[in-house]
């Protein structure tokens, strides 16, 4: 059993049978923690006299101690994975975690002015949310350091980021494909950023997160065709919002075609698994008549054996949350942009096309 005075994040995660991230969200008075397992956390955050004070040590520091997140739609796996680095390095830390979880643009415009502000927090990261033009001037102005996680945006190369090279991953998915011999791939993914600004426009309504990942390494992807000296198809590619059923809704419009490509590169592992069941569900089998590959490697593509692009989540978050620290202290150089590397993990779902 942890000393009162001793006591973090972790050592409560462990006693209540949760995660870190959970035992964070609890503390929060976050509405997606079920009621019970709060109660419990609480319970055992109370015995363990998890209660730090933190009057005394902002009046004598002049910090907050705790540090703001702010992440879209935090359940999905990669954003998850993301914050799960995030928590394991500040659960070992003097500093509180402070999630804001934003799910429509109202929310996030409203987010940034309400997590950047310097009586709260000492710091921030925003984890993959799209920026828009409007939000740069607030940003800049923001009187805590900030780091992005999995954003970039021009007008943000004057801030701390930890990015990866999204169309560097989409050219070698691509590639491997065309090693294998496939001539005819596809293409799903949720891109918006190719669009014409009257398209935008229409599109940001549906779409109003704009993101960026799936449109470079859509680039990537028509990269390595180019090379190769292959077309690139619209009947091969495939949009819409992020999900499995959406993209299992576009692999059977594009397996229904009278030419169906032999292989479909997905822009994330959730699309991918949308792919596999739209097959299946044709009666084609993986990866005899359809090759399948995915992008981030989420825990569920190792279950599902499922050919990727790896992405280091995790690390983001430590490296992200590091370097925010680093910035706190003043330990930082300014306009720090770190890129991590990307790897091709080969599973079962892809192989050479039949003859």
Known sequence: MPTKNATTIRDIAHLAGVTPGTVSRALNDSTLVKNETKIKILKIA??????????????????????GVVVPFFTRPAVSARLDGVVSILSNSQYDLVIHDIESPKQRSIGFQDVLRQERIDGALIISMPIVHEDINYLRHSKVPIVFIDRKHPDLADFNSIIIDDVKGGYESTKYLINLGHRKIGFIGDITGLLTKPEAAILEQENPFMYTAS???????????????FPVLPDYYGEDQHGYREARELAVQMLKLDDPPTAIFAASDIQAFGVIQAARNLGLSIPDDLSVIGFDDIQAAELMELTTTRQLLFESGCKGVELLLQAINNNCAEHTTITLPTKLVIRNTTAPPKV
């Open 46 to 67: 109370e015995e363990l006299d998890y209660s730090p004070n933190l009057v005394a040590r902002r009046l004598s520091t002049g910090k907050t101690f705790a540090i």
């Open 215 to 229: 449109r470079d390494r859509y680039e990537g992807y028509r990269k390595a065709l180019g090379e190769a000296g």
